[in-house]
């Protein structure tokens, strides 16, 4: 069975859209936000001095706080049973036999 025409369409689209350096992807969002961010990605598209001061802005605004070392255990002390004298040991058996 041949592509339809429409099929055949979006290939040529999306293979020129490889040609250009341009990816189609989708996006959740708010329907108020449908032209800002069609306005967002259009300048970002179009690569251009403006396209780097709104990546360079966007990185900055967005980007979460560096991860600190020690977060687990940070997290551990906090908890609630610190102090609550738990008795985590486990008894040791040797198994069970199976006769095969």
Do not use: C, W
Request: aromatic fraction near 2%; hydrophobic fraction near 40%; avoid cysteine.
């Amino acid at each position: 069975m041949k592509d339809s025409a429409q099929a055949r369409a979006i290939k040529k689209y999306r293979a020129r859209l490889n040609r250009q350096g341009l990816s189609r992807f989708e996006v959740l969002g708010l329907p108020g936000d449908r032209e800002l961010i069609r306005s967002l990605a259009r300048h970002l598209a179009e690569n251009g001095p403006k396209a780097g001061t709104i990546r360079s802005s966007l990185r900055h605004s967005i980007a979460a706080e560096p991860r600190k070392a020690g977060g687990i255990l940070a997290a551990l002390r906090r908890s609630p049973l610190v102090g609550a004298e738990l008795s985590l040991d486990r008894p040791v058996n040797a198994g069970r036999t199976v006769d095969l």
